[in-house]
């Protein structure tokens, strides 16, 4: 016995002994794919590749096979020979449809957002509504002629325009703290649709490298370093609409260097009785240099502009008298202007010991002015109640991020860690009662604010094999500076504040098929520097404390089923004041629900895919039936079939539902649920050429987009009322659009 243990030992002291590390690189025509999955067959070590396609597998010997796979790629498998080990490895891979019959559960980084890739690819987003509804379960609605930012619903929050979800591009915050029209406003119309490469995102407050707003859940794009094609793209439909686009690559035939532009213009007049003069301008420049085999730099410079008019929401008693069509307008008179310009730069590069670090600085300009009217004749019955709100905004800011690997023989551990600063400058922040958008009758609030918010963070992957454990904390410090412009002396007044915000998550990948998980943490949503401090706010960043627990299960090679339970609980909530137009902290609140999603390929061609969300929300601080938290959808439902390279034609039709929802806290009146279908479908006449059509509302659904209950009083009334007031969805409506690649 005692031979054969000496024999066995020596077997593994010489294996040991010739084992190697691999070091090597995925790349597709020369170009690093980030995230691919590397896997030794015969040692079971496995890797993912970083930003620059680099991957390094440990206990390698010649004649084992690394098997090499990513998502929408063909799967190569390679034999190490000794010259491939004496060298660093290159292996190429080849573009392929994307499939749900490769996804492998336990391979990628993130199931979730390997199967939104697969969204993407196969239903492509046409407009810029769309950008966000490609996120499993959000809804968005419009109610300002276009040109606002759109209302959210996400897992049975109403977050308006932004309060309890983070937005980023690129690594620049998309959310505004203290906004004119309401914290957390986030306009996502600077973005091009067509310049998306990714989309990654994830529900909960659960993960440490995402702060101020990441309640509810929170969504990051990256745009493409680099075009496939040329574009010239133009469409026209009705209601006066038309949008052109052109996007150009710059550097022809340049492995270690891309850059190209896009120009998007779009105007149209909306459905509306008194024509919207909707327009938008979009520029995008965007420049990517490999330094070395280990560094890359990227440069992007962008500039938004957008004008419109609105005819605002209108009260259900005119619509029903007659007086009003679901197009007419009480005050046409909204409407407002917009504009941002941002700054970018972003630096990847792998440091001493293999650490590599992702940084990017950025500057953004933003201006905004908006002129809303909700309650008509309510406050002054000569003049009405028109609101301008308006605000100049200088925003400067970066985000370092650091990754390590560590095997440590019978486990690995991913660390990150990272570090950010981001400051608002924001001059002449206004709320004024106006007329007629010429004339200021009285300034509202008028001042200055100064907001800066550090951070830092660390989690640590501990990868057991088929169990990864993620243990994170993140450190938030934030001060609100506010001088009111409208006090009699000089007023500066500040305060500072500092959250400490732990978070643990686990991943049991039972086997290919079958992944679960439980995620928990403490995430926030800051507070208006206003509020804080006018109104001596105790807690500035309340905290919402939350848990998941679900799977992800593929019982078949063509269908894939993700389950979450979850739970949130809230310190103080936020509230939409319709009057002044602006949001107001409430109490606490908690929420609880199913996320449920299906994804399901019918051939290689055809795919289908729906995700639903039952919630149940209420307020803490109320009495039992009087509880209920306006707005907050108690069941949602999102999905579509989409098909693709189907005889030169492709397209899908895409559906979402929201159920009727308490108006307010008793839930005595409630805003109208809806199921609306829009259509597209294309076709290619060759490589170059494309005709399509898209539909939206395709039954012609009577809808409203966005209700509120409001109290309003009409020129002609003597008594206030309150009712619903709301913002009609688009009827059915189509465009076509022709488009040329080269």
Known sequence: MKKVITFILLVNLVWMANAQTVKGSVMENNQPLETAYVYNQNSKEHAHTNQFGQFIINNTNVGDSLMVGLLGYQKRTVVLTKALLENTLIINLEAKAFVLDELILSEPLDVMNSMIKIDLATNPINSSQEILRKVPGLIIGQHA???????????????????????????????????????????????????????????????????????????????????????????????????????????????????????????????????????????????????????????????????????????????????????????????????????????????????????????????????????????????????????????????????????????????????????????????????????????????????????????????????????GLRLEYMKFQYQDQLSATYSNLSQTEVALLPKLSIQYNQNNNLQWFVKSGIGFHSNDSRVVLNQEIDNALPKAYGVDFGNVW??????????ALWYLFSEEEFVYVGDA???????????????????????????????????????????????????????????????????????????????????????????EGYFVTDLNVNYAFDNHWKLGVSIENVFDTNWKETQFLTESRLQNEVQAVEEIHFTPGTPFSFKTTLSYSF
Request: charged letters at 20%.
């Open 145 to 471: 002629g276009g040109g606002k930012a759109e209302q959210l619903f996400l897992r049975g929050f109403d977050i308006d325009h932004g309060t309890d979800i983070g937005l980023s591009v690129d690594g620049m915050p998309v959310n505004m703290v203290s906004h004119a029209h309401g914290q957390g406003y986030s306009d996502l119309h600077f973005l091009i649709p067509e310049t998306i490469q990714n989309i990654s995102f994830g529900k909960g407050p659960y993960y440490s490298d995402h702060g101020d707003f990441n309640t509810a859940g929170f969504v990051d794009f990256k745009t493409k370093d680099k075009l496939d094609d040329n574009l010239i793209s133009f469409s026209a439909g009705q209601f006066n609409s038309l949008r052109t686009l052109g996007m150009f690559t710059l550097l022809e035939n340049q492995n270690s260097q891309n850059a190209y532009v896009a120009v998007e213009y779009i105007e149209t007049d909306g459905p509306f009785e008194s024509p919207q003069n909707f327009d938008r301008l979009n520029v995008i420049g965007k420049y990517n240099a490999f330094l070395n085999n280990n560094s890359k730099i990227g440069l992007t410079l962008s500039h938004f502009t957008s004008q419109w008019d609105a005819s605002g929401q209108i009260p259900q008693r005119l619509v029903d008298d007659g007086t009003l069509s679901n197009f007419g307008a009480v005050d046409d008179t909204e409407g407002g202007e917009t504009s941002r310009t941002n700054f970018n730069v972003q630096y990847s590069t792998i440091l001493d010991n293999d650490v590599s670090m992702q940084t990017n600085a950025f500057y953004s300009n933003y201006n905004f002015e908006l002129y809303s009217n909700f309650t008509f004749f309510l406050e002054d019955p000569i003049n009405g109640d028109q609101i301008k709100q308006k605000e100049d905004r200088n925003v400067f800011g970066f985000n370092t991020q650091f990754k390590k690997n560590r095997d440590y023989n019978n486990f690995d551990v991913t660390y990150t860690s990272g570090v950010g600063l981001r400051y608002d400058d924001v001059n002449d922040i206004e709320l004024s009662h106006t007329l007629n958008r010429k004339e200021t009758l009285e300034n509202i609030q008028l001042g200055n604010v100064n907001q800066r918010n550090l951070y830092g963070f660390f989690n640590a992957e501990i990868d057991l094999g088929n169990v990864k454990i993620t243990p």
């Open 554 to 563: 593929k019982p078949t090679e063509k269908l894939v089923l993700n389950t």
């Open 581 to 671: 137009g602006i949001i107001e902290p409430s109490g606490k609140s908690e929420r609880y629900g199913i996320d449920f999603g299906v994804r399901y390929q019918l051939t290689d061609n055809i795919y289908f895919n729906t995700d639903a969300t039952v919630t149940r929300a209420r307020s803490l601080e109320e009495v039992n039936g009087n509880d209920y938290i306006p707005l907050a959808p108690d069941f949602t439902l999102v999905g579509g079939l989409s098909f693709k390279d189907l005889n030169n034609f492709s397209g899908g039709i895409n559906y979402r539902y929201v159920d009727d929802r308490p108006a307010n806290e008793d839930n005595s009146v409630q805003a």
